[in-house]
């Protein structure tokens, strides 16, 4: 019963973050053997899968769906806007414990109720839906339209449901958490980034997942209740019209994408965040325009409420609405670009330490470098108009969402090892895992986007056989394979690390890295008195950087 | 001085003089310090009844933000009730929704759950009074809890009012035909509606909740704070249901 109580039902924020991460792992796993399969069914699709057989299209349309929805749910945005701020938010703030620590533990009890949900879509008589992690209507709200739209549908949705509510509910902790319980001397100004990031990004969860809940619970009226929202009047279906009718399936598009852009800045800005507390580390160098960061920062975070129609461009919106959306698209990459700028700037004239977080953060922003300069060319209407649906999309969002996501979350575990275990991770194996996989990501996403200029549809079970236009692209379909594999083995190493670590890893003293956030303090209870990067040669007798938990005033002007 | 909210406004972190600069001068004459001198400027990071009061109420209104945008997702079908139609064979655009009438019941209904909304806040008013707070603090009963109970009460009696209000209107509306299938419009109604009304039922279960923790908790803070988020949860249904009635009886 203790056991039961310490460890499993804790609200006790480092194990919840714990709990959090091991549910990151578990969806990244069976997300990444279902995008393996995804892969050998396109270079290979007549090769039967053991215990299985052949993948049929509608198969391939599952394994689309739910290798979309665990990756964007349950690793892009558990680990970096769940789990890194249970592990450090409170210590980063001075504080000890989170406002609410039960709430935060109902959110990973539901979340993980989620992931489960999710998961018995598989085990449902006609298996996991196949209308996409976007589950267009009228498709997705029609029980017959296709194989699995049945029980697998409506298990999806209740998953989704689920999840909203576990992100709202984790949300308003971390927004009164950093609003309220900040230690004496945290001003507003003296906040890391990361805090900053996950501040944006929780008012930004509590937004966009209301929408969705709202959306989810209209589709879910649609399927069960008879009401059609969202089903077009003279819907048919199997030679029988769909009765009543008259709604609009556009209004789903609207108000899933509503919540559908938000969510992938969710994802990414504690990324960004987190990429500039680690170059600050490691270059030692403080962040220079630190006022311009925070901006920037809260800019992505308002205006990204803003373009959602980006994704609509060709979905028969009015296309007035579209230059107005295409218009707000390229302004939210100007705080972008300032971030880039920025981290760059750090860089060039830092004294760097090559270490295995700096490595990730390094991969981090040259994934958000190159995905992010595709984003420009999406956000054209008259460029999307061929580009939509093709894998020039698929591209793009796996370079900047997926690529850069989940190397910074690599850089966060690199990072805050020794604070969860007192050992640093092997570093030999980390720049072998950071190399391996940071050449078979691009080797496995840059080919995309060529595929996608010559025009290669998305959601095609196969190349070949019937439909011959896209045949001449199959070989780099095959090297896309290769490279996905061998990115897939890569992280067999740094799983080896990461638990080999725990027992034989190096020891390591209290701050390893020298860094000055306050999840590193001695201190339990500090008054803090300088900013967050003070880093320098003048900044503190004998070091080059001024922790925030120190009791010297700072000496230099520097945040 | 005992633990108790006030009804003023507080700082709750002092303001940050930062570093560089010229250090902060006291310009009084006196310099300041000593008697009643800033007797209720709390120092930064300071914890008490206040911060936790302060804390539960931006859980609330974060969630209810949320809410917000629920019930505002909601609303937007109502906003493309233009495009719900279907092309007749004789090529027009036939517009399926039919606009319907309120039942005159909303009207008692509406001024029920505004009547609600005033208890409410009477009640809420009743457990913040300083003199009762006071000596309910010091242990000499509970004069605050028996001032608000009776409001509070009221209110639970105001907001089973409302729900049964509700429940004939749609009664009433299915005598005339009009059910939840019918037709958009009533799609529409009966969600908003009915969502609404599922929210105001959870308020009832909170608001009864409240009612025992006013007898139940031992620490008159947090007496409060029940008594507080249930309150603006209450607060926040009435203004939603002025909204959507609103939009129900005038906009159609």
């Not at chain 1, 839906?129 to 976007?134: D, K, M």
């Not at chain 1, 900044?539 to 938990?549: E, H, K, R, V």
């Not at chain 2, 560089?20 to 930064?44: A, I, L, M, Q, Y």
């Amino acid at each position: 019963m203790s056991f039961l109580r310490r460890r499993v039902f804790t609200t006790n924020h480092r194990q919840l973050a714990i709990l959090y991460l091991l549910l990151g792992l578990a969806a990244v796993i069976t997300g990444t053997l279902l995008s393996l399969l995804i892969r050998l069914h396109r270079t290979w699709p007549a090769l039967a899968l053991p215990f299985y057989g052949v993948l049929k299209p509608e198969d391939y349309l599952a394994l689309v769906t739910m290798h979309g929805t665990l990756m964007v749910f349950f690793v892009l945005t558990i680990v970096p806007q769940s789990a890194f701020p249970n592990l450090v938010l409170p210590a980063q703030i001075g504080a000890t414990r989170m406002a609410f620590p039960r709430l935060n533990a109902v959110a990973f009890w539901i979340a993980l109720a989620s992931f489960l949900t999710l998961l018995s879509a598989f085990f449902v008589p006609e298996g996991a839906p196949i209308s996409g992690w976007t589950s267009y209507p009228p498709f997705s709200a029609l029980s017959a339209a296709g194989p699995g739209q049945g029980a697998g549908m409506d298990l999806w949705l209740v998953a989704i449901t689920l999840f909203c509510l576990a992100a709202v509910a984790g949300s308003v902790n971390f927004l009164v958490t950093i609003l309220t319980l900040r230690c004496q001397g945290m001003s507003f100004r003296r906040l890391p980034l990361t805090v900053w990031s996950w501040l944006v990004s929780s008012g930004l969860t509590v937004i966009a997942f209301s929408a969705l809940l709202a959306a989810a619970a209209m589709l879910l009226a649609d399927r069960h209740l008879g009401t059609s929202f969202f089903l077009p009047s003279g819907e048919v279906l199997n030679g029988i019209v769909q009765r009543p009718g008259s709604g609009s399936p556009m209004l789903w598009l609207h108000l899933f994408w509503f919540f559908g852009h938000p969510e992938v800045y969710i994802s990414i800005l504690p990324g960004m965040g987190l990429a500039s507390s680690l170059l600050a580390n490691f270059t030692r160098r403080s962040v220079p325009a630190y006022g311009l960061m925070v901006a920037s920062t809260l800019l992505i975070g308002v205006l990204g409420l803003g373009v959602w129609g980006h994704h609509m461009f060709v979905s028969g919106m009015n296309p007035y609405a579209g230059t107005a959306f295409g218009l707000t698209t390229i302004a939210i990459a100007v705080p972008s670009s300032a971030e880039v700028l920025t981290w760059l700037a750090m860089l060039f004239r830092g004294r760097l330490q090559v270490t295995t977080p700096l490595l990730f953060t390094m991969g981090f922003v040259s994934f958000f470098i190159s995905g992010g300069l595709t984003g420009p060319i999406l956000a054209q209407p008259a460029l999307d108009a061929y580009l939509h649906n093709t894998f020039f999309v698929v591209a793009h969002f796996h370079l900047v969402m997926a690529m850069a996501g989940v190397f910074s979350v690599f850089a966060g575990i690199y990072y805050w090892y020794p604070l969860l275990t007192g050992r640093r991770m092997n570093e030999m194996l980390g720049q072998i895992h950071f190399w391996i996989s940071l050449v078979a990501a691009y080797g496995t996403f840059f080919p995309m986007h060529l595929a996608g200029l010559a025009g290669e549809p998305r959601h095609y079970a196969q190349l070949s056989g019937p439909v011959a236009h896209f045949a001449n692209l199959i070989p780099v379909e095959r090297g896309i394979t290769w490279s996905a594999f061998l990115l897939a083995a890569a992280q067999i190493v740094f799983l080896i690390n990461l638990f080999w670590s725990a027992r034989h890893g190096s020891h390591v003293d209290g701050n390893p890295w020298r860094a000055t956030t306050l999840e590193w303090s001695p201190i339990v209870h500090p008054i803090v008195r300088s900013g967050a990067y003070v880093y320098g040669p003048n900044t503190a007798p004998g070091q080059d950087f001024l922790p925030q938990w120190s009791t010297n005033e700072p000496t230099v002007r520097s945040s | 001085m005992p633990a108790t909210f006030t009804r003023h406004q507080v700082e709750t972190e002092r303001r940050d003089t930062g570093y560089g600069g010229k250090p902060p001068v006291d310009r009084r004459p006196t310099g300041g310090g000593g008697g009643d001198e800033n007797w209720d400027s709390r120092p930064s990071g300071r914890r008490g009844p206040r911060e936790q009061l302060i804390r539960f109420r931006l859980a609330m209104f974060s969630g209810l933000a949320g809410d917000f945008v629920f019930f505002a997702v909601l609303v937007s079908a109502f906003f493309v009730r233009p495009s719900s139609g279907h092309i007749s064979p004789a090529d027009t655009f036939i517009s399926d929704w039919h606009p319907m009438h309120a039942p005159p019941i909303l009207w008692i209904n509406t001024a029920i759950l505004l009547l609600s909304t005033l208890t409410m806040e009477t009640a809420r008013r009743q457990l913040f009074h300083e003199i009762d707070i006071m000596e309910e603090w010091l242990g000499l009963g509970r004069p605050a809890v028996r001032r608000a109970a009776p409001w509070l009460i009221a209110t639970i009696v105001l907001g089973m009012l409302f729900l049964a209000g509700q429940w004939i209107a749609w009664k009433q509306l299915g005598l005339e035909g009009f059910f939840f299938s019918s037709n958009p419009n009533s799609h529409f109604f009966f969600l908003v509606t009915g969502t609404h009304a599922f929210h105001l039922f959870l308020g009832l279960g909170v608001l009864v909740f409240a009612l025992i923790a006013m007898f139940r908790f031992r620490k008159v803070e947090m007496r409060q704070i029940a008594l507080d988020c249930a309150a603006w949860y209450w607060h926040a249904m009435g203004l939603f249901w002025v909204f959507l009635f609103v939009l129900i009886v005038f906009f159609q």
